[in-house]
Nanobody
Framework: VQLQASGGGLVQAGGSLKLSCAAA????????MGWYRQAPGKQRELVAT???????YYQGSVKGRFTISRDNTKNFMYLQMNSLKLEDTAVYYC????????WGQGTQVTVSS
């Protein structure tokens, strides 16, 4: 199983980034998928979930700013992040929800002032 997040980078506060997650080795379309993040010194937390049917859930701090989506034909998941804030700085990971597989490397998102 491979769950590879990409698309992170350095962005100014108020800017946007789009993350991608490539999934291999799982029946992607049947799994609820989630974006998670871990900031320095903090526990990893769930940011957003997209269920197999397309319903979505967002953590309160990102609601209205982030949009999660998926393409079951390509086994890809995305996270469009707008109006980024300093507190969004973290390593972002993708996995199923609930978590079933080992964590990949993640992708670093750094928001600067």
């Amino acid at each position: 199983v491979q769950l590879q997040a990409s698309g992170g980078g350095l962005v100014q506060a108020g800017g946007s980034l789009k993350l991608s997650c490539a999934a291999a080795g799982i029946i992607f379309s049947r799994n609820a998928m989630g974006w998670y993040r871990q900031a320095p010194g903090k526990q990893r937390e769930l940011v957003a979930t997209i269920f197999s049917g397309g319903n979505t859930y967002y953590q309160g701090s990102v609601k209205g700013r982030f949009t999660i989506s998926r393409d079951n034909t390509k086994n890809f998941m995305y996270l469009q992040m707008n109006s980024l804030k300093l507190e969004d700085t973290a390593v972002y990971y993708c996995n199923t929800n609930p978590v079933k597989f080992s964590w990949g490397q993640g992708t670093q998102v750094t928001v600067s002032s």
